[in-house]
């Protein structure tokens, strides 16, 4: 990291072009040679890197260009993001290995196949993806791959070409497409010549949500493990087709700080599935190129603090799931183009373009001179997963539910997804108090190469080497589907393997009724099913009480929350039309309807009891923007689109005060600041719902909500004042680890849930996992009725570390509550329900509010 002194500075803070060899002989190691027959990036592009922000369009045309240019290179788009981009890679090797390429692929994969013979001694190239930019905003790695892609390609040294026979380079330039070109609009657009300096000008302060995360406001580098975006999907079939030796993972960090690589903080950050030889010898291995190379221009750096590698939905933590070795940097950031900092001085664009390419270029050194050491690793990784497996003493686990086949097949894909041996079940089995079905429950052995991943989606956890995370602490899977699973001790029957997600069944032959049809709310798919018979203008109605009833699909017990619709009470539709719309909503949603042709129940409440309720379409509206919090916001927003189909209006706060409630009869606070609802805008919104609103609040904002009088009958506890003046002495060094000793940082617990409630409706198991990563504490509402969910009052804790003094404070505590206000409710989700877009288990939770929430009236005493 440099001071603004080198020509090269001085030049980028005027803006002026440096024509190629001046920009070559600052990025690059002295010495270097290159084809001229290949366009660098600047003369591609018209101007020098690290002068602009260049947009993703820009990057894919320039490794188009260098695959039409070079037999050394290849490119391909192995997916699109939402906002539907590329995402490109530029694969980069000898000509004579591009002409064997899949043969390479092939061979590597059977030489890490642990049931396949060890390969013949031969010179088997190393396999290295080169990834950049996952954090849309971290913009200098992209940069830096263009340089990097460009050595690789048209290089003439010595070394680089021996680089290019023995190794075989994938160059990811941009992983958050979507991301990254929000916010190069956002600094280039916001650029002056000559470049400004001041941390306070708004280049380095893009506005909410910026561009770290991706369309849906989800940071991809936690989603490599849940895939609820394309892009992680796409991501993650590439490296299972490739499983590569090497992965880089490039970021940026705050403006005042350096330049960090691994290894990471000792021990309290590692996988404990991972073995330690991969955080030990082979990372150090690694680091002593990058210490070398950053020294060799003078950047600082730092190394064995601050960042994890434990949670497996990492860029830098999956791969080594795959048996490869994966690294973190991350280089201070200028936020733009050149921004005064406390460390560097001026810290320039170009400066950090730099560094991240000087350790790109120190990654194909070392992945190349240590490739002999780095098969050997990845072949024993997986041979050491059977070993591993075979001490373990969970042989298998088990899970299914039989009243949610859609939340079945989602789970099943995830499994397949990142490439688990799963089976049916043969026989109907009893395991952890759930009774498992054939057809409807599934086995996954640990006895599998993947046997590391499995432990990690399925084992709950409670021993770690460390009490402070820089993330979760847990992320067992199945708990998050809310599926009923268990453990299995003994070799467990197997049936067939699972090769494919199983189709939905039974889908569009539901016979027209001339009485009604019904809607299992048991299924994860009922909400999508439900909204689209709304939104075409169906009667339906929800029942608050269960019933038996003979259907098109013989008897069949409804729970509470099942959707009628009757033929005869439609007002917008005729029978026929009623019944395309049926077979429409089951095709869409992928969930089935039966058809009955008498109300009369054989057992509970017959179709046209009070207990049935009318229902409308809900209008929801989300306040986003400055101070809420954008992951929450699109989780949310995911969710609906996704998921549900269903619109959202979202609302920026700045235009909150001109908002017009009467347009929605739901409105959605996810955690955020609040503040600016006072006075006659906060009058504005109790009468919104008093007058038959429903507030939905999450977290922070559920907090907020109670404090400002919106839920009369729900508080927060107050901090004991008691404990604040029992102040104990400490060291200052130990601050970080005592205080995160105390935080609930993500962890997993089971809550009682009321099943009668309307929130309740679809469950059929009052013990519900929920994640919390707070530390908000309600008191129980002071109605009977409005604690919905709490955390159950023995021992709750399910996974995940906590401290004992929280673990004690946690038990009873409330995860649900709702309210009444007038003829309106609120409904107050202490915990996250749609956390990272894979807690399948919760999130009819929140959904339960947005359909039923006109229904949630607190019962008064008579």
Known sequence: MHIVRSLMAA??????????????????????EFDPGIPSPAEFLGYDVGTHHTRHDQIVAYMKELDRLSDRASYREIGRTHEHRVMPVLTVTDPRNHGRLEEIRREHLRATDPAAPAPAPGDRPVIVHLGYGVHGNETSSSEAALLTAYW????RSPEVERYRREGVFHVEPVLNPDGRDRHTHWANSNKSTPFVADPLDREHNEVWPGGRTNHYWYDLNRDWLPLANPESRARIEWHHAWRPHVVTDFHEMGTNSTYYFEPSEPRGSWNPLIP????????????RYYSATLDEIGSLYFTKEQFDNSYPGYGSTYPKFLGGFAITFEQASARGHVQESTRHGLLTFGAAIRNHLRTSLATARAAVEQKEKLQAYQRDFFQSALREADRFPVKAYVFGDPHDAT??????DLLLRHRLEVYELPRALRAGGHDFQPGAAWVVPTRQPGYRMVRSLFERTSEYADSAFYDAST???????????????GRPALGARVTAVPAPQGLGVVPRSAYAYLLDWSDYAAPAALYHLLDQGVHAEVAFEAFTARTSEGVREYGRGTISIPVQAQQRV?????HQLVLEAERRAGTRLQSVGTGYALH????????????????????VGEGVSQYEAGQIWHLLDTRVGMPVTKIDRRDFARADLGRYDVLVLPSGDYAHISGERLEELRRWVRGGGTLVALRTAAAWAAGSGLAPNVALVKPDSAARDSVVRRDFADADEIIGATQIGGSIWEADLDLTHPLGFGYRRRTLPVWRDHSLFFKPSRSPYGTVARLTTDDPHLSGYVSAANRKRLRGSPSVLADGLGRGSVVLLVDNPNFRGYWYGTSKLFLNALFFGEHIEVPQAR
């Open 276 to 287: 330690e030889r991969l955080y030990t010898e082979i990372t150090e291995d690694f680091a």
């Open 152 to 155: 690789l390609v048209a290089g």
């Open 574 to 578: 005729d029978a026929a039309r009623l």
């Open 11 to 32: 030049l980028l803070l005027a803006a002026a072009p440096l024509g190629v060899a001046a920009q070559t002989g600052y990025f690059f190691p002295a010495g270097q």
């Open 604 to 623: 509970g409440v017959d179709l046209g009891s009070g207990s049935f309720r009318p229902l409308k379409r809900p209008r929801v509206a989300m306040v």
């Open 475 to 489: 992320w067992t899977v199945s708990l998050a589907y809310g599926l009923p699973d268990a453990e299995l001790r």
């Open 407 to 412: 939340r079945n097949r989602a789970f099943l």
